[in-house]
Protein backbone atom coordinates (compact mmCIF):
# COMPACT_ATOMS: atom_id res chain seq x y z
CA UNK A 1 0.00 0.00 0.00
CA UNK A 2 1.27 3.33 -1.10
CA UNK A 3 1.20 6.80 0.94
CA UNK A 4 -1.66 7.87 -1.38
CA UNK A 5 -3.75 4.96 -0.89
CA UNK A 6 -4.53 6.12 2.84
CA UNK A 7 -7.92 7.15 3.07
CA UNK A 8 -7.29 11.02 4.71
CA UNK A 9 -8.99 11.98 7.72
CA UNK A 10 -12.52 13.78 7.72
CA UNK A 11 -12.10 17.49 6.88
CA UNK A 12 -13.22 19.41 10.55
CA UNK A 13 -12.18 22.94 9.97
CA UNK A 14 -13.05 25.69 7.53
CA UNK A 15 -10.26 27.67 6.67
CA UNK A 16 -11.27 30.76 4.38
CA UNK A 17 -14.87 31.61 3.95
CA UNK A 18 -15.60 34.34 1.21
CA UNK A 19 -17.59 37.28 0.70
CA UNK A 20 -18.14 39.08 -2.11
CA UNK A 21 -18.28 42.94 -1.83
CA UNK A 22 -18.58 45.51 -4.81
CA UNK A 23 -16.91 48.66 -3.10
CA UNK A 24 -13.87 47.51 -0.89
CA UNK A 25 -13.47 50.63 0.67
CA UNK A 26 -16.78 50.91 1.84
CA UNK A 27 -16.63 47.49 3.16
CA UNK A 28 -13.42 47.68 4.92
CA UNK A 29 -14.80 50.57 7.03
CA UNK A 30 -17.93 48.53 7.77
CA UNK A 31 -15.60 45.02 8.47
CA UNK A 32 -12.63 46.80 10.24
CA UNK A 33 -14.63 49.40 12.25
CA UNK A 34 -17.87 48.69 12.88
CA UNK A 35 -17.39 44.61 13.59
CA UNK A 36 -13.81 45.21 14.50
CA UNK A 37 -12.06 42.55 12.73
CA UNK A 38 -8.01 42.51 11.95
CA UNK A 39 -6.75 43.07 8.99
CA UNK A 40 -4.21 40.65 7.70
CA UNK A 41 -3.76 42.03 4.40
CA UNK A 42 -5.21 43.15 1.50
CA UNK A 43 -4.01 44.58 -2.22
CA UNK A 44 -6.23 47.51 -3.10
CA UNK A 45 -8.92 46.91 -5.80
CA UNK A 46 -8.90 43.02 -5.30
CA UNK A 47 -8.96 41.83 -1.66
CA UNK A 48 -8.83 42.53 2.32
CA UNK A 49 -8.29 39.16 4.55
CA UNK A 50 -9.26 39.30 8.44
CA UNK A 51 -8.10 36.99 10.62
CA UNK A 52 -10.67 35.42 13.07
CA UNK A 53 -9.24 32.96 15.61
CA UNK A 54 -8.50 30.13 13.88
CA UNK A 55 -10.04 31.49 10.16
CA UNK A 56 -10.03 33.63 7.76
CA UNK A 57 -13.18 36.01 6.42
CA UNK A 58 -11.52 37.09 2.53
CA UNK A 59 -13.71 39.78 1.01
CA UNK A 60 -13.33 40.03 -2.59
CA UNK A 61 -14.17 42.22 -5.34
CA UNK A 62 -15.59 39.74 -7.85
CA UNK A 63 -14.44 41.70 -10.93
CA UNK A 64 -11.17 41.43 -9.99
CA UNK A 65 -11.04 37.92 -9.00
CA UNK A 66 -12.98 36.43 -12.19
CA UNK A 67 -10.99 36.68 -14.40
CA UNK A 68 -8.12 34.23 -13.14
CA UNK A 69 -4.35 35.29 -12.06
CA UNK A 70 -2.12 37.47 -13.41
CA UNK A 71 1.02 35.70 -15.44
CA UNK A 72 3.15 34.23 -13.23
CA UNK A 73 5.22 34.70 -10.36
CA UNK A 74 1.58 35.85 -9.60
CA UNK A 75 0.77 32.75 -7.67
CA UNK A 76 -1.83 30.94 -9.73
CA UNK A 77 -5.16 30.86 -7.79
CA UNK A 78 -8.15 29.68 -10.10
CA UNK A 79 -11.03 32.59 -10.90
CA UNK A 80 -14.19 33.11 -8.67
CA UNK A 81 -16.44 35.40 -7.84
CA UNK A 82 -20.35 35.50 -6.94
CA UNK A 83 -22.87 38.66 -7.00
CA UNK A 84 -25.41 38.57 -4.90
CA UNK A 85 -26.25 38.63 -1.74
CA UNK A 86 -23.98 35.88 0.59
CA UNK A 87 -24.22 34.67 4.32
CA UNK A 88 -21.93 34.41 7.21
CA UNK A 89 -22.52 33.59 10.53
CA UNK A 90 -20.00 34.69 12.67
CA UNK A 91 -20.29 33.25 16.87
CA UNK A 92 -21.03 35.04 19.46
CA UNK A 93 -21.40 33.84 23.27
CA UNK A 94 -25.15 34.21 24.17
CA UNK A 95 -24.13 36.64 26.82
CA UNK A 96 -22.48 38.76 24.13
CA UNK A 97 -25.25 38.75 21.67
CA UNK A 98 -27.00 41.98 23.48
CA UNK A 99 -23.64 43.98 23.34
CA UNK A 100 -22.75 43.33 19.95
CA UNK A 101 -26.58 43.72 19.69
CA UNK A 102 -26.63 47.66 21.03
CA UNK A 103 -22.74 47.97 19.37
CA UNK A 104 -24.56 47.80 15.40
CA UNK A 105 -27.01 49.95 16.54
CA UNK A 106 -25.08 52.85 18.07
CA UNK A 107 -22.86 52.52 14.89
CA UNK A 108 -26.26 52.89 12.58
CA UNK A 109 -26.41 49.32 11.78
CA UNK A 110 -29.94 48.04 11.19
CA UNK A 111 -31.03 45.13 12.82
CA UNK A 112 -33.31 42.85 9.89
CA UNK A 113 -34.19 40.54 12.23
CA UNK A 114 -33.79 38.95 15.17
CA UNK A 115 -34.70 34.66 15.81
CA UNK A 116 -35.08 32.47 18.66
CA UNK A 117 -34.83 29.41 17.46
CA UNK A 118 -36.50 26.15 18.57
CA UNK A 119 -33.61 24.41 20.40
CA UNK A 120 -33.32 28.05 22.74
CA UNK A 121 -30.77 29.48 20.54
CA UNK A 122 -30.84 33.25 19.39
CA UNK A 123 -29.41 34.59 16.29
CA UNK A 124 -29.41 38.73 15.11
CA UNK A 125 -29.03 39.23 11.18
CA UNK A 126 -27.85 42.69 9.27
CA UNK A 127 -26.72 43.66 6.35
CA UNK A 128 -22.81 44.71 4.84
CA UNK A 129 -22.86 47.46 2.60
CA UNK A 130 -22.88 45.53 -0.05
CA UNK A 131 -25.85 43.91 1.03
CA UNK A 132 -24.66 40.59 2.19
CA UNK A 133 -26.47 38.82 4.97
CA UNK A 134 -24.79 38.97 8.14
CA UNK A 135 -25.68 36.95 11.13
CA UNK A 136 -24.44 36.53 14.81
CA UNK A 137 -25.23 33.27 16.55
CA UNK A 138 -24.47 31.02 19.41
CA UNK A 139 -22.80 27.98 18.82
CA UNK A 140 -25.15 26.39 20.92
CA UNK A 141 -27.60 26.84 17.46
CA UNK A 142 -25.92 23.78 16.06
CA UNK A 143 -23.93 21.75 18.56
CA UNK A 144 -22.97 22.24 22.07
CA UNK A 145 -19.87 23.57 22.97
CA UNK A 146 -16.88 22.87 25.41
CA UNK B 1 -23.47 52.72 32.45
CA UNK B 2 -26.11 50.06 31.53
CA UNK B 3 -25.10 46.72 30.26
CA UNK B 4 -25.44 47.32 26.72
CA UNK B 5 -23.17 49.91 27.03
CA UNK B 6 -20.57 47.43 27.25
CA UNK B 7 -17.49 47.22 23.99
CA UNK B 8 -18.60 43.25 22.79
CA UNK B 9 -15.65 41.31 22.88
CA UNK B 10 -13.73 40.77 19.46
CA UNK B 11 -15.61 38.16 16.96
CA UNK B 12 -12.95 35.53 17.46
CA UNK B 13 -14.58 32.57 14.86
CA UNK B 14 -16.99 31.91 11.74
CA UNK B 15 -20.01 29.65 12.77
CA UNK B 16 -21.22 29.62 9.41
CA UNK B 17 -19.61 29.41 6.01
CA UNK B 18 -21.96 28.92 3.06
CA UNK B 19 -22.03 28.11 -0.56
CA UNK B 20 -24.62 28.62 -3.60
CA UNK B 21 -25.50 25.43 -5.25
CA UNK B 22 -27.36 25.25 -8.39
CA UNK B 23 -28.48 21.15 -7.96
CA UNK B 24 -28.56 20.24 -4.33
CA UNK B 25 -28.81 16.20 -5.31
CA UNK B 26 -25.66 16.73 -7.25
CA UNK B 27 -23.92 18.80 -4.49
CA UNK B 28 -24.60 16.52 -1.38
CA UNK B 29 -23.39 13.68 -3.61
CA UNK B 30 -20.25 15.29 -3.48
CA UNK B 31 -19.89 16.77 -0.14
CA UNK B 32 -21.05 13.50 1.58
CA UNK B 33 -19.54 11.09 -0.74
CA UNK B 34 -16.22 12.53 -2.21
CA UNK B 35 -15.59 15.17 0.99
CA UNK B 36 -17.34 12.54 3.48
CA UNK B 37 -18.99 15.43 5.12
CA UNK B 38 -21.43 15.13 8.06
CA UNK B 39 -24.89 16.10 6.70
CA UNK B 40 -26.63 17.40 10.52
CA UNK B 41 -29.59 18.79 8.19
CA UNK B 42 -31.05 19.69 5.30
CA UNK B 43 -34.34 20.36 3.69
CA UNK B 44 -35.08 19.52 0.12
CA UNK B 45 -34.98 22.06 -2.19
CA UNK B 46 -33.77 24.35 0.14
CA UNK B 47 -30.41 23.81 1.66
CA UNK B 48 -28.17 21.06 3.33
CA UNK B 49 -26.38 22.13 6.29
CA UNK B 50 -22.40 20.22 7.23
CA UNK B 51 -21.30 20.07 10.43
CA UNK B 52 -17.21 20.64 10.40
CA UNK B 53 -15.68 20.59 14.04
CA UNK B 54 -16.95 23.56 15.71
CA UNK B 55 -18.46 24.83 12.30
CA UNK B 56 -21.22 24.54 9.89
CA UNK B 57 -20.63 24.66 5.96
CA UNK B 58 -24.50 25.72 4.47
CA UNK B 59 -24.99 24.94 0.96
CA UNK B 60 -28.35 26.28 -0.48
CA UNK B 61 -29.79 26.59 -3.47
CA UNK B 62 -30.35 30.33 -4.20
CA UNK B 63 -33.50 29.96 -5.69
CA UNK B 64 -34.62 29.14 -2.78
CA UNK B 65 -33.48 31.53 -0.45
CA UNK B 66 -33.36 35.12 -2.30
CA UNK B 67 -37.56 34.74 -1.89
CA UNK B 68 -37.04 34.87 1.96
CA UNK B 69 -39.15 33.51 4.24
CA UNK B 70 -41.98 31.58 4.39
CA UNK B 71 -44.87 32.81 6.66
CA UNK B 72 -44.78 32.70 10.37
CA UNK B 73 -44.07 30.13 11.92
CA UNK B 74 -41.13 29.44 9.58
CA UNK B 75 -38.50 31.21 10.93
CA UNK B 76 -37.70 34.87 10.07
CA UNK B 77 -34.30 34.34 7.92
CA UNK B 78 -33.60 37.29 5.78
CA UNK B 79 -33.42 36.53 2.17
CA UNK B 80 -29.85 36.16 0.67
CA UNK B 81 -28.63 34.07 -2.75
CA UNK B 82 -25.52 34.70 -4.79
CA UNK B 83 -24.81 33.05 -8.35
CA UNK B 84 -21.16 32.66 -9.48
CA UNK B 85 -18.15 30.45 -8.20
CA UNK B 86 -17.73 31.40 -4.62
CA UNK B 87 -15.00 30.08 -2.57
CA UNK B 88 -14.12 28.37 0.55
CA UNK B 89 -11.16 26.93 1.80
CA UNK B 90 -10.84 23.55 3.71
CA UNK B 91 -7.87 23.56 6.48
CA UNK B 92 -6.21 20.09 6.10
CA UNK B 93 -2.97 19.68 7.87
CA UNK B 94 0.04 19.54 5.83
CA UNK B 95 0.74 15.51 5.77
CA UNK B 96 -2.45 14.55 4.93
CA UNK B 97 -2.95 17.03 1.58
CA UNK B 98 -1.17 13.95 -0.31
CA UNK B 99 -3.68 12.01 0.95
CA UNK B 100 -6.73 14.05 0.02
CA UNK B 101 -5.22 14.90 -3.23
CA UNK B 102 -5.26 11.39 -4.03
CA UNK B 103 -8.85 10.65 -2.92
CA UNK B 104 -10.10 13.40 -4.83
CA UNK B 105 -8.27 11.98 -8.19
CA UNK B 106 -9.44 8.28 -7.39
CA UNK B 107 -13.18 10.02 -7.39
CA UNK B 108 -12.65 11.60 -10.14
CA UNK B 109 -12.04 15.04 -9.26
CA UNK B 110 -9.65 16.99 -11.29
CA UNK B 111 -7.24 19.50 -9.25
CA UNK B 112 -7.57 22.73 -11.12
CA UNK B 113 -4.52 24.23 -9.45
CA UNK B 114 -1.86 23.34 -7.08
CA UNK B 115 0.11 26.61 -5.67
CA UNK B 116 3.29 26.41 -3.11
CA UNK B 117 3.11 29.71 -1.15
CA UNK B 118 6.03 31.53 -0.29
CA UNK B 119 5.91 30.88 3.43
CA UNK B 120 6.06 27.28 2.94
CA UNK B 121 2.26 26.31 2.84
CA UNK B 122 0.78 24.30 0.25
CA UNK B 123 -2.67 24.55 -1.46
CA UNK B 124 -4.71 22.82 -3.64
CA UNK B 125 -7.83 23.81 -5.56
CA UNK B 126 -10.46 22.05 -7.15
CA UNK B 127 -14.46 22.38 -8.17
CA UNK B 128 -17.50 21.28 -6.82
CA UNK B 129 -20.06 20.45 -9.35
CA UNK B 130 -22.16 23.81 -9.11
CA UNK B 131 -18.49 25.55 -9.83
CA UNK B 132 -17.24 26.83 -6.60
CA UNK B 133 -13.75 26.62 -6.12
CA UNK B 134 -12.85 24.65 -3.40
CA UNK B 135 -9.35 24.55 -1.40
CA UNK B 136 -7.31 22.25 0.76
CA UNK B 137 -4.25 24.65 2.33
CA UNK B 138 -3.03 24.13 5.56
CA UNK B 139 -3.34 26.42 8.28
CA UNK B 140 0.20 27.44 8.68
CA UNK B 141 -0.85 29.69 5.12
CA UNK B 142 -2.22 32.26 7.51
CA UNK B 143 -0.52 31.88 10.85
CA UNK B 144 0.86 29.62 12.90
CA UNK B 145 -1.22 26.90 14.84
CA UNK B 146 -0.75 25.22 18.36
Known sequence: MTETDKTPPPLTAILETALYVDDLVTARQFYS???????????????????LGQGMLLLFDPIATVEGPAAPPAPQV????????????????????????????????????????????KSLYF????????????????????
Open 33 to 51: DVLRLEVLTEVEGRHIFYR
Open 78 to 121: PPHGATGPGHVCFAVARDDLPHWRAALVREGVRIEAEVDWPNGA
Open 127 to 146: RDPAGNSLEMAEPGLWFDTP
